[in-house]
């Protein structure tokens, strides 16, 4: 229902359409009403004066490039970045200067926890460790797995990004079917299970299009004496929320 949400738009750009008639480019962002009452709230409890609320996909966005046209050197392709969280992803498309799509995936780094508990019978409460051990590049075996545990886990993982590569070309199919839509210049992976070892390329040789991990850091002058977490990607939202383009 229109009443349990906030809707705010702004216009990018004025054209003429084939039919002579003049048309508006218009980015339109919706939320859950009770969802923004929240942060509200809790701004007004601390004393603190709300100048907006961001959305995730735009902060990502500004955390793994600057502003230009296009990716890289061609101005005519799509920017996508993915975020791989716990229980759900992000996944935001843009022109190099304003996120044209985004939607939330189903799949976060949880469904790797679910598969490799299945393949060595454990909870997946208690193969945390042994996931951020294991990488699809090699065949190194973590402590507290057998090599044949290890085989089993690898392919459990391997069968679940299987699942979450067919989430991202469906998303890429529904872009692309979009108006005025660019092709896809690469995939910028980050979020916590960005890290695993492997996990760009497995999703590059399934979806045919470039994916590279990407760095939250670099937009960023880090101090030497900041130490680097172990998983930088977990960051990258919060990083995007600091940086104003």
Same mark, same amino acid.
């Given at each position: 229902?229109?009443?349990?949400?906030?809707?705010?738009?702004?216009?990018?750009?004025?054209?003429?359409?084939?039919?002579?008639?003049?048309?508006?480019?218009?980015? =339109?962002? #919706? /939320?859950?009403?009770?969802? $923004? +009452?929240?942060?509200?709230?809790?701004?007004?409890? @601390?004393?603190?004066? *709300? !100048?907006?609320?961001?959305?995730?996909?735009?902060?990502?966005?500004?955390?793994?490039?600057?502003?230009?046209?296009?990716?890289?050197?061609?101005?005519?392709?799509?920017?996508?970045?993915?975020?791989?969280?716990?229980?759900?992803?992000?996944?935001?498309?843009?022109?190099?200067?304003?996120?044209?799509?985004?939607?939330?995936?189903?799949?976060?780094?949880?469904? =790797?926890? #679910? /598969?490799?508990?299945?393949? $060595? +019978?454990?909870?997946?409460?208690?193969?945390?460790? @042994?996931?951020?051990? *294991? !990488?699809?590049?090699?065949?190194?075996?973590?402590?507290?797995?057998?090599?044949?545990?290890?085989?089993?886990?690898?392919?459990?993982?391997?069968?679940?990004?299987?699942?979450?590569?067919?989430?991202?070309?469906?998303?890429?199919?529904?872009?692309?079917?979009?108006?005025?839509?660019?092709?896809?210049?690469?995939?910028?992976?980050?979020?916590?299970?960005?890290? =695993?070892?492997?996990?760009?390329?497995?999703?590059?040789?399934?979806?045919?299009?470039?994916?590279?991990?990407?760095?939250?850091?670099?937009?960023?002058?880090?101090?030497?004496?900041?130490?680097?977490?172990?998983?930088?990607?977990?960051?990258?939202?919060?990083?995007?929320?600091?940086?104003?383009?």
């Amino acid at each position: 229902p229109i009443d349990e949400a906030v809707l705010d738009y702004h216009v990018l750009g004025e054209g003429v359409g084939e039919d002579g008639q003049p048309t508006k480019r218009v980015l =339109l962002v #919706v /939320a859950y009403r009770e969802l $923004i +009452d929240r942060y509200v709230d809790a701004c007004k409890k @601390a004393g603190i004066t *709300l !100048a907006g609320i961001d959305l995730e996909a735009f902060a990502l966005l500004r955390a793994l490039q600057a502003p230009q046209e296009g990716v890289g050197t061609d101005a005519t392709a799509a920017l996508v970045v993915v975020a791989i969280g716990h229980e759900r992803s992000t996944f935001a498309v843009s022109d190099g200067r304003v996120c044209e799509f985004t939607r939330v995936l189903e799949w976060g780094g949880s469904a =790797l926890n #679910v /598969a490799i508990a299945r393949a $060595i +019978d454990a909870a997946p409460s208690e193969v945390e460790g @042994a996931k951020r051990a *294991l !990488a699809l590049t090699d065949e190194m075996v973590p402590d507290g797995l057998t090599s044949d545990q290890a085989k089993n886990a690898r392919e459990a993982m391997r069968r679940a990004i299987q699942t979450f590569a067919r989430e991202l070309v469906s998303s890429l199919q529904y872009y692309q079917n979009q108006p005025g839509s660019l092709g896809i210049g690469e995939i910028v992976l980050t979020g916590g299970t960005a890290h =695993l070892p492997g996990i760009s390329g497995e999703l590059e040789r399934l979806i045919g299009v470039h994916v590279r991990v990407g760095d939250p850091l670099a937009r960023m002058k880090v101090s030497k004496k900041v130490g680097q977490p172990e998983q930088i990607g977990s960051l990258a939202v919060a990083i995007g929320l600091g940086i104003d383009d």
